[in-house]
């Protein structure tokens, strides 16, 4: 048995699965702020000067607005709007001219502009310019600017709609790379963004703030686990609200974080959250999708780690995990399942009691392929580290139905573990004279299990040819087919493997034996 498995996706893109996790990079439109209440100097920005505010710029505008910027002794409000301007041709929703801009020259200028801290509007324009950069593929433009240490020193600002700017372009920063993330993380920006979480200026601010937070925590390779780990029990405090924005990129958060080593694991179960993670498991995907990942990490540790999430209420979600019509959500319980399966005697006892095992051999005969491998894992995890009587158990769930379902797959490793599954059962099957082979052969395994035998993988060649010969009497019939035929008079006896066939469907008790069939040759 190979036991616990961990995710094998450990090379996937930062900008992969959008959909389900969330985007690693926002753009701030023409309205910046992602929440509803409308920070007050952002509505003080743009109503400065009414004139200038409601021009519309262009493309055909960047050589006038740097002429401007060039200017000797360009004045506060010239300055702002100049800024102002370079920012708006930004924000446009549909391509922005990102690409011009930085033809033009004028990064250095915008960096430099974060540095007027006697001047927030203009420094607020700035870092709104440059976060619209950000949010497109010329991030790293930015870091070579030498603009991070200067966002991360603003997070400490005392102006809170400069901070969540600078927060949300860090957060950009971070959801672009791994190389990137860990330029910011190396900034010291981890500790003034997580104080802006506990004490936030206003709900924008912790809701940007925890987003970036989301995103620090982000991507492969992890960055260390002391870079994070001080998240954590913040991460835990916002769990307990019912923020569900923050609460679904608080979880995210915790799934990058959890997602490794058992030390990682024991990170996120010291904080204390496995109650309030668990109770997220609910009819909410935008929430259940990262709790149950977070979940699956844990249960992916050790016995200890894994009865940790157990005690905390995990089993009665599980029925309603497995029949939520996600896909994504459905493949996830049952790996979460087999997780635990790998476990204790004990924690085999719970999924085969409370973790509706007749619902996951209906999908692992019957579901998405996806769906299908992770109950065939569950199932195979109880038939080969399970008690005598737990295998029994799974095996009149119909274990053995299920597990051959799979056998004419294209798919080596699961027809390995499904192989693997059936070669324990019918080794309990010898050992309380159970007549398991007929349950395989009803269900037509035998004939897949004979197919493999011309399979290209030779560890599944061996498996198959093993399984036959230990239990459907191979090594009998291949003698029988190079001993001379016996002469009795007229008659010639021949060894003849037969295997009956019927309609298919699994009938206990069926005796599939193989008869001898006499020739008679006289004239």
């Excluded at 929703?93 to 007027?116: I, K, N, R, T, Y």
């Excluded at 991070?148 to 709609?161: A, I, R």
């Excluded at 608080?250 to 904080?271: F, H, K, M, N, P």
């Excluded at 990942?293 to 599980?318: C, F, H, P, W, Y």
Aim: glycine residues 6%; aromatic residues 4%.
């Amino acid at each position: 048995m190979e036991g616990r498995r961990r995710r094998t996706e450990t090379t996937i893109s930062l900008r992969k699965n959008k959909k389900d996790e969330g985007i690693a990079k926002r753009r701030a439109m023409a309205v910046a702020a992602p929440s509803p209440t409308m920070s007050t100097v952002m509505n003080d920005s743009i109503s400065a000067s009414t004139l200038e505010s409601k021009k519309v710029y262009s493309v055909a505008d960047i050589p006038s607005l740097k002429t401007a910027l060039q200017q000797p002794n360009i004045d506060d409000a010239a300055l702002l709007d100049v800024v102002r301007g370079f920012r708006k041709i930004l924000s446009v929703e549909v391509d922005p001219p990102v690409d011009e801009v930085l033809a033009s020259g004028v990064l250095p200028a915008f960096v430099q502009m974060l540095q007027l801290n006697d001047k927030p509007k203009v420094q607020f324009e700035a870092a709104w310019a440059l976060t619209n950069i950000a949010s497109t593929e010329q991030t790293k433009a930015i870091v070579d600017a030498g603009a991070v240490p200067h966002f991360t020193q603003l997070l400490s600002s005392s102006d809170p709609e400069v901070r969540e700017q600078c927060a949300w372009c860090l957060g950009n920063i971070a959801g672009d790379s791994a190389a990137l993330r860990n330029i910011v993380l190396s900034s010291g920006a981890m500790q003034p963004l997580l104080q802006n979480i506990v004490q936030p200026g206003n709900d924008s601010l912790f809701l940007n703030c925890v987003w970036a937070l989301s995103n620090f925590c982000r991507g492969k390779p992890q960055p260390e686990l002391s870079d994070v780990a001080p998240a954590v029990p913040i991460l835990a405090q916002i769990l307990k609200g019912n923020n569900a924005a923050a609460n679904a990129d608080t979880l995210w958060a915790l799934s990058y974080i959890s997602d490794g080593d058992d030390d990682r694991i024991q990170t996120v179960i010291d904080s204390g959250l496995c109650g309030d993670l668990v109770g997220t498991l609910g009819d909410d995907s935008n929430l259940a999708t990262p709790a149950l990942r977070t979940v699956g990490n844990i249960v992916s540790g050790n016995d200890e780690q894994t009865q940790a999430v157990i005690e905390a209420g995990l089993m009665s979600k599980m029925q309603g995990l497995l029949n939520n019509p996600k896909r994504m959500i459905r493949k996830e319980a049952c790996w979460v399942l087999s997780n635990i399966a790998a476990g204790t005697h004990s924690q085999i006892s719970v999924v085969l009691k409370k973790g509706g095992m007749q619902r996951v051999i209906e999908m692992a005969t019957s579901s998405e392929w996806e769906v299908r491998k992770e109950a065939i894992w569950v199932v195979s995890n109880i038939a080969t580290g399970g008690t005598d009587k737990q295998v029994m158990s799974v095996v009149e769930a119909g274990a053995i139905e299920a597990v051959c379902s799979i056998l004419n797959a294209h798919d080596t490793k699961m027809l390995l573990v499904a192989l693997d599954a059936v070669d324990h059962i019918l080794k309990l099957g010898v050992k309380l004279n159970k007549d398991y082979p007929s349950f395989v052969d009803e269900c037509e395994g035998l004939s897949m299990i004979e197919d493999l035998q011309e399979h290209e993988s030779d560890e599944v060649y061996q498996k198959a040819v093993m399984i036959i010969e230990t239990y459907f009497g191979a090594d009998d019939g291949e003698e029988n087919e190079n001993i001379a035929p016996e002469n009795n008079g007229s008659t010639f006896s021949f060894g003849v493997s037969q295997k009956t066939a019927d309609d298919g469907k699994c009938v206990n008790g069926h005796n599939n034996s193989q008869p001898m069939a006499t020739f008679n040759f006289s004239n």
